[in-house]
């Protein structure tokens, strides 16, 4: 099983700021990660996948980058609701699809 | 737009089953582009992706390997819907499940349901 890494665990940043997730990922999953958010109380939303191609209605803010082992998600400026819970997610190894185990972006 | 409607119990005896069924508006179960999935998310488990059912030509399963032996998950298209089956449930079971859309990642999620393994 793949085993994906988020650092760092909690990451504090002033509004209007910029956030620099990272996520590797135990070997090669080629381009084939994905980003969450989540908020408390809800479901987890796609962000990115493809590892760099935002899913439908997510802002030009969120951008991700990355290929085999390394990837990152970035927020460019950070607003309000952006605070939450960010998870990444490969599925290069298929059927078995694994998730990291977090970061959150938290107000500082 | 596509929407997923998630029913079933939040008390589970120890032992017994755990089932929960996932209505889906929007698109069909038996879409030949698409997969629906359940996952669940625990504190001690994080986000963890259990099995999905699709059509392609055929029904199809995948599940994971840490549930294998106790997962049933079967598309009803009757009622546009696919349910989840886990037996001999335990209290590591318990966790928020959540159905959703997507061969690979994750596009439209359930609202999820809090199942608590207790007696």
């Known amino acids: 099983e793949i085993v994906m890494t988020q650092s760092p665990a909690t990451l504090s940043v002033s509004p209007g700021e910029r956030a620099t997730l990272s996520c590797r990922a135990s070997?090669?999953?080629?381009?084939?990660l994905a980003w969450y958010q989540q908020k408390p109380g809800q479901a987890p939303r796609l962000l990115i996948y493809?590892?760099?191609t935002r899913a439908t209605g997510i802002p030009a803010s969120f951008s991700g980058s990355g290929s085999g082992t390394e990837f990152t998600l970035t927020i460019s400026s950070l607003k309000s609701e952006d605070f939450a819970v960010y998870y990444c997610?490969?599925?290069?190894?298929?059927?078995?699809?694994?998730f990291g185990g977090g970061t959150k972006v938290e107000i500082k | 737009q596509v929407e997923l409607q998630q029913s079933g119990p939040g008390l589970v005896k120890p032992s017994q089953a755990l089932s929960l069924t996932c209505a889906i508006s929007?698109?069909?179960?038996?879409?030949?582009?698409?997969?629906w999935n359940w996952i669940r998310q625990s504190p001690s488990r994080g986000l963890e992706w259990l099995g999905r059912?699709?059509?392609?030509?055929?029904?199809?399963?995948d599940y994971a390997v840490s549930v294998k032996s106790r997962i049933t998950i079967n598309p009803d298209t009757s009622k546009n819907q696919f349910s989840l089956q886990l037996n001999s449930v335990t209290p590591e079971d318990t966790a928020v499940y959540y159905c959703?859309?997507?061969?690979?990642?994750?596009?439209?999620w359930g609202q999820g349901t809090l199942v608590t393994v207790s007696s």
């Open positions: 997610q490969q599925y290069s190894d298929w059927p078995t699809l694994t």
């Open positions: 059912t699709y059509y392609r030509s055929q029904w199809y399963n």
């Open positions: 959703s859309r997507g061969r690979w990642w994750f596009d439209h």
């Open positions: 493809g590892a760099s």
């Open positions: 070997q090669s999953v080629g381009g084939n």
């Open positions: 929007g698109d069909s179960v038996s879409s030949d582009s698409a997969a």
